[in-house]
């Protein structure tokens, strides 16, 4: 199984529990990790960790200037422009993996940091049965469906690589990338969540799991 995540040194301990989580309840996987400053590469390379393939942000910024350039995007509603920046990382490293790691019809994991699993997340994949792509709802009741922070949360969101996966996953991206993206206004308000509601309207293969 392969799995994504990025942390910061505030999130370390936290990745490092959600890594703990998938020694004990997956056989055989990957986690790719976007470090996001120094300090966390360093000391995750220093641990040797198995199964971790660990990426470096400067690193990444240096090869894309689209990148760089997010830094300086406006916060939105919620949070600052360094949350806004990370939230950022959340797409763009996702499809980094997706066209770069996974091989085509497999699935790709992303998972927040302080995710950890009580059991194999391979009940998630078998729930999408075949789907492209996977999300799942915050469980809000009906009548605060319609929020500012949208419907859906991003705590887990899986792609599969093939053609909806894929478009999908770069759409998700591109509108992180530039707030000047048509649906800024009305799914741009929470960072990367809101913009989940609209995956349903692009592919008839999305799969809401439980």
Known sequence: MNFCTTADINYLTKAL?????LCDNVED??????????????????????????FLLPEMEHNDKELRNAKNNPPSKYGTQYSQY???LTPYFTN?????????NEYLMYVDADIYFYG?????LDEMNGASVGIHTHRFTEPFRETDSGWYNC????????????GISEAWKNWLLNPKNKHYETHGKCGDQKYLELFEKMSDSVCIFD
């Open 17 to 21: 529990a959600l890594y703990q989580s």
């Open 29 to 54: 996987f990957t986690l790719y990790f976007l470090a996001i400053d120094y300090e966390t590469f360093n000391a995750l390379s220093s641990l040797e960790l198995k199964n971790v393939t660990i």
């Open 86 to 88: 990370c939230w950022t």
């Open 96 to 104: 980094y993996i997706l066209n770069n790691f996974i091989k085509k």
């Open 120 to 124: 194999n997340p391979q009940r998630i």
């Open 155 to 166: 705590g887990i969101v899986v792609f599969m690589n093939d053609v909806s996966g894929n």
